[in-house]
C-alpha cells in the first residue's frame, strides 16, 4: 500500500506547529540512509496517555494505553497511526542526515531512479500532492532535515 508519512509537532492550532511530508518510499529510505551514516535508533516512544492522535468526524481521538507499542519506525505498526520520535532521537537522526548531505559529492545524495507509486486523493491540496510525491533525493532530505533538527516529532502515515 502506498501512503504518505506526515511528521508533526502538536497540533495546527497549538503554538509551536511545524509540519513535514514525504511519500511512504522516501521515509523507508531516508531512515536507512541515516542508519548507514551513524544513526542508531532509539526506539519511538508513546504519546503521554490521553494526548490527541488524531481527528475522526471532527473530533480528537486519543492514544489508547491498552494498544501494543513496539518502538519501531514503521507506519503500520503505530497505534492509532501516530509515535513520537524523542529528542535525542531527532538529534541523532538531523545528524546523520547533515552526514549524509555532507558527504555526498557536490552534497547531493545519489540515488538510483525508481519509481515510486504516486499518491493521490480527492482531498488533496495541491501542496499536499506535490509534497507526498516529491522523489527521493537532496531537495526532501534537506528539507526532512530542517525539520526534524528543530527536536521531537509525532510520525503517522495517511492514505
Same mark, same amino acid.
Given at each position: 500500500?502506498?501512503?504518505m508519512?506526515?511528521?508533526?509537532?502538536?497540533?495546527?492550532?497549538?503554538?509551536?506547529?511545524?509540519?513535514?511530508d514525504?511519500?511512504? &518510499?522516501v521515509?523507508?529510505? %531516508?531512515?536507512? *540512509?541515516? $542508519?548507514?551514516? =551513524?544513526?542508531? !535508533?532509539?526506539?519511538?516512544?508513546?504519546?503521554?496517555?490521553?494526548?490527541?492522535?488524531?481527528?475522526?468526524?471532527?473530533r480528537?481521538?486519543?492514544?489508547d494505553?491498552?494498544?501494543?507499542h513496539?518502538?519501531?519506525?514503521?507506519?503500520?505498526d503505530?497505534?492509532?497511526?501516530?509515535t513520537?520520535?524523542?529528542?535525542? &532521537?531527532?538529534?541523532?537522526? %538531523?545528524?546523520? *542526515?547533515? $552526514?549524509?548531505? =555532507?558527504?555526498? !559529492?557536490?552534497?547531493?545524495?545519489?540515488?538510483?531512479?525508481?519509481?515510486?507509486?504516486?499518491?493521490?486523493?480527492?482531498?488533496?491540496t495541491?501542496?499536499?500532492?506535490?509534497?507526498?510525491?516529491?522523489?527521493?533525493?537532496?531537495?526532501?532530505?534537506?528539507?526532512?532535515?530542517?525539520?526534524?533538527?528543530?527536536?521531537?516529532?509525532?510520525?503517522?502515515?495517511?492514505d
Open positions: 500500500m502506498a501512503y508519512v506526515e511528521m508533526h509537532y502538536n497540533r495546527p492550532f497549538e503554538p509551536g506547529f511545524r509540519s513535514f514525504c511519500h511512504g &518510499d521515509w523507508y529510505k %531516508a531512515l536507512d *540512509l541515516m $542508519k548507514r551514516h =551513524g544513526w542508531k !535508533p532509539r526506539g519511538t516512544q508513546q504519546p503521554p496517555m490521553g494526548t490527541p492522535q488524531g481527528m475522526v468526524d471532527g480528537w481521538f486519543a492514544w494505553p491498552k494498544t501494543e513496539n518502538g519501531n519506525y514503521e507506519p503500520e503505530y497505534a492509532f497511526g501516530s513520537v520520535v524523542g529528542p535525542e &532521537d531527532a538529534q541523532e537522526m %538531523a545528524q546523520a *542526515l547533515e $552526514k549524509a548531505l =555532507g558527504v555526498s !559529492p557536490a552534497k547531493n545524495v545519489t540515488v538510483e531512479k525508481q519509481k515510486q507509486p504516486l499518491l493521490l486523493s480527492d482531498t488533496m495541491d501542496e499536499e500532492f506535490i509534497a507526498a510525491n516529491r522523489p527521493f533525493g537532496t531537495a526532501v532530505l534537506t528539507d526532512m532535515h530542517d525539520f526534524i533538527r528543530q527536536g521531537p516529532f509525532r510520525v503517522n502515515w495517511d
